[in-house]
């Protein structure tokens, strides 16, 4: 079974300072990883993915993440946030030896930049 | 030119009635999904299918039957709406290659049963 947590419903960050978004990941075998950014009444748009090689990811928006095989994490961080960076989050694992490209996501993480 | 397109976009409807949403993807995905988004904000995967047939079914009652008329169409006809399945549909398509693998989402489709 593959599961995610994102242990934080909201995160706030005052615009021009570091974001971090949080995500821990359970898979058996070596994992895809992904976040996706949703914003209001709009579906989700991929952000970045981890499949292998360089463990730090660069992605979309000035986002990156960095995956950590011993902690089972892939957080999301970006340098300097903008107000615009304001939306849902959400970081999903996939097992790639299993069936059917199931793709699992966490239960997502609002962040609000504020100025 | 929109990706992946579903409509409607928006569905009001009764409890106990019969409803379809349609997808349709122009991007040469072979890959095409449905998700349920509760009011809480979780997604979770509903079905998943790969050149028009149905590869994961994730425990959905049977009244949710999905249809693949060809790879690039996946819609979703619900039987006996019932007031729990109030929620936001989003259809989705991708590639199946680890280097470009990435899910790309219609704009969602909110049912509300009343």
């Known amino acids: 079974a593959q599961s995610v947590a994102q242990p934080e419903d909201q995160v706030n960050v005052a615009e021009g300072n570091p974001l971090t978004v949080k995500c821990t990941y359970s898979v058996s075998g070596n994992p895809y990883l992904f976040w996706y950014v949703q914003y209001p009444n709009r579906g989700l748009q991929f952000l970045l993915k981890?499949?292998?090689?360089?463990?730090l990811v660069k992605g979309s928006y000035g986002f990156e993440a960095e995956f950590n095989k011993s902690q089972t994490s892939f957080h999301l961080k970006k340098p300097s946030a903008l107000v615009s960076d304001s939306a849902l989050y959400f970081c999903?694992?996939?097992?790639?030896?299993?069936?059917?490209?199931?793709?699992?996501f966490g239960g997502g993480t609002r962040v609000l930049v504020k100025p | 030119d929109t990706a992946v397109s579903q409509t409607p976009k928006y569905l009001v409807t009764q409890m106990g009635n019969d409803k379809s949403i349609k997808c349709e993807q122009n991007?040469?995905?072979?890959?095409m999904y449905w998700y349920k988004q509760d009011s809480k904000k979780f997604l979770k995967i509903m079905f998943s299918y790969n050149n028009k047939e149905l590869i994961i079914n994730e425990t959905v009652p049977n009244r949710f039957s999905p249809k693949s008329p060809d790879k690039a169409h996946l819609n979703l006809h619900i039987n006996s709406l019932e007031l729990g399945d109030s929620a936001v549909y989003f259809c989705?398509?991708?590639?199946?290659?680890?280097?470009?693998?990435?899910?790309?989402f219609g704009s969602g489709t909110q049912l509300s049963v009343l």
């Open positions: 981890y499949i292998t090689g360089d463990n």
């Open positions: 991007l040469g995905h072979d890959n």
């Open positions: 989705a398509s991708s590639l199946m290659s680890g280097a470009n693998e990435k899910l790309f």
């Open positions: 999903a694992v996939r097992d790639p030896r299993a069936a059917g490209n199931k793709l699992t």
